[in-house]
């Protein structure tokens, strides 16, 4: 069994310090997690955020989540995306100097749409975890999935991102030869209240098929 240990730890960045939460495990993977959007309340402590950290601490490995810039502690103003996109550049590159050999990437809502524009500004990710990517409230046409496995999970009653939207996007937009893995939670809206439990059991299922392990006890 991997032991995990949690650090509250800063990262600094060019103009700004970002506030992290770390649970330090194998160092064989590592994830890194985006929240939702900061000017509507998103934090790295959401309900999916910790259901996400959740699926990946049941198995070992070491995890990020983060405030981006001016959120909660962390400094700097809200950049965008753009801006949240380079927080998200300096995560990884943290995530890359604790010596983490391949690195995963999982995003909610805004979170989602900065993981996205962070891959590509050359980030490709082991893995990518998507939940609920808000395409009827951001702008996602020239963000296209990277070239790794990734899980995308919806509710059916999902005003900012409805599922048979986020279903076909996932697949005009996907890598060719990319495997998209999209499920839909039934009687789930945007918040996924009640549902964490769900987000956790199906995004580990994921995981343990990507990685033919099982769960760490």
Sequence with gaps: MVMTSTEHVWIDCETHRLEAVVQRGSLDNGALIGHPHPLHGGAMDNNVVLALEAAYRDRGWTTVRFNFRGVGASTGTYGHGDGEAQDMMWVHRWLESADVGKIHMAGYSFGAWVVLKAC????TPQSLALVSPPLHFLDFSNLSLPSCPTWVIVGDADAFAEAPRVAAWAETHSAQGNPVHVEVSLQTDHFY????????????????ALTGSVKKS
Excluded at 120 to 123: C, T
Excluded at 201 to 208: C, E, N, S, T
Aim: charged letters at 40%; a positive charge; aromatic letters at 10%.
């Design 193 to 208: 209240w009640g549902r964490e439990q769900e987000i956790r059991r199906r995004l580990g299922l994921f995981l343990d």
């Design 120 to 123: 590509r500004l050359g980030i």
